[in-house]
């Protein structure tokens, strides 16, 4: 989402890929320039009521963010649930 509010169009690649993608930065696509272009700092955690939720970060910019994602069918598919700016090495976890 832009400073505006409003969607930012986003480039991707089509292809086959040996697995599922959580999240993906084309190298062309400049919408999030300001946090980088670099993926790193995956994790995945398992909530009690058996959903998966991913994190990760981008970085290279001039503020780093942290994304996040939510899967309820065992990771075939993702969702995306918010964006955390400022944020570096997000580590989700469950306290029991």
């Known amino acids: ?14 292809g086959a890929v040996p697995s599922t993608i959580i999240n993906y930065i084309h190298p062309l696509d400049t919408a999030l320039d300001y946090a980088g272009s670099f993926i790193g700092s995956p994790t995945i955690t398992k909530l009690p009521p058996g959903d998966l939720l991913a994190c990760t970060d981008i970085f290279g910019g001039a503020e780093d963010m942290g994304l996040v994602f939510k899967s309820s069918d065992g990771g075939e598919s993702w969702r995306y649930v918010t964006e955390l700016i400022s944020c570096q090495w997000p580590r989700p976890f469950v306290l029991k």
Request: no cysteine.
């Open 1 to 14: 989402v832009g400073m505006d509010g409003e969607s930012t169009q986003r480039l991707v690649r089509t």
